[in-house]
DNA sequence: CATTTTCTTTTCCGAAATGACAATCAACTA
DNA sequence: TAGTTGATTGTCATTTCGGAAAAGAAAATG
């Protein structure tokens, strides 16, 4: 009974100009009136459907990390074996890193709200924990008889290294450019197939 | 001539404060007031020495870099041969990757200041490029035979698993505490001595 | 003591953002 | 068609911040 509730598609909407709104504007600069200049709607429009500024940084860490960000950890299980490492290694370190655009000052900037938002704050713990668990499914399936001490540690080296190199690339340092970590990268991994 | 000019104390003040600032209250909320207060001086003082809110981002940014994060490389330069390694491994993977306190948080913070800013961003290009030769200079006393290229890319990946951690940390991350980075950062490093 | 320099305090203004509320409009159903 | 639910729009008060300027107080020097 009643309106068709159109909930379902205007949340979408707002989630997608909060990411672009992040992205251009960072943390500060993602207010409500922004995000619904860059949805179309109105501030009253975004209060309406998500609540105020907190839900909104809320809701759409929620929405990040079970959309987009989880591309990754479900494509990592789904793929047969020995398919599971290159997904992951392509993902960490080619262009990228993450699916929602070419950007992870999102990430960044969720990491910032994180620091004072328990509830975002939690939200990426669990992703980053089942991503990480991700690559080291990937090491297990290529690197069988390597120890599961070495393989937890080059898993989360190759997280740490993946996320390093995303931040001198955004200072645009010249390092950050080159295959450089790639190299690194497939350093760590040579010492799981030497033992 | 005229009252003596207590610039060089109150600036320090207000450096201080900022730092103190950005790690409690992030870039967004690091904002003229919340530093003066956190100074314990008016809004009026921190305008008076450092001027608007850029000028100030921007001293920070170089306060910082020649002063606490300099310590870094110049300990490096400063050590001889063989010990510049152990040196840098202890700053990058023990206790707190920092020396303004024990919080990444500000550097950070600072980066996404420099998205927008192309000061910051160029002051801290050439810190960090400074600091990443100094690691491959530790390199290069620790591993002599190795090929430039390696150590390059060793150099940058030890960097990049120091950064990369302490963003984990910051989500308090329960990886992030044990001694996982410091075994991958040793498994690079073993790469360089098999050759 | 007069002057100069710097410190210190205070006030004003404008912009931007938030939160809350009210009123109207649209669609669906009994 | 009446009622209900939700969409849509608009307005208001408050807060926070930033930028600028003025005016007074303090300390040094000649």
Redesign the pocket.
Known sequence: ???????AA?TEQIMQATGRCLQKNGLA??????VAEESG?????V???V????DLLRKFAGWLYTGYEAEFIGKIAAAPGREKLPIAMDYLFSSGFLPISDDDTVIRELITAGIADASIRETMQGHYTQAIQAVENALAAEYPAASPGARRSVAYGLWCLAMGNSMMAELQLPVASGGLVRAAAEGLLERLSHD
């Open positions: 009974m009643g309106r068709p509730s159109m909930a205007r600069g993602t207010t409500l009136e922004r709607l109105s501030r009253s429009h209060r309406h459907y609540g105020n500024r907190d």
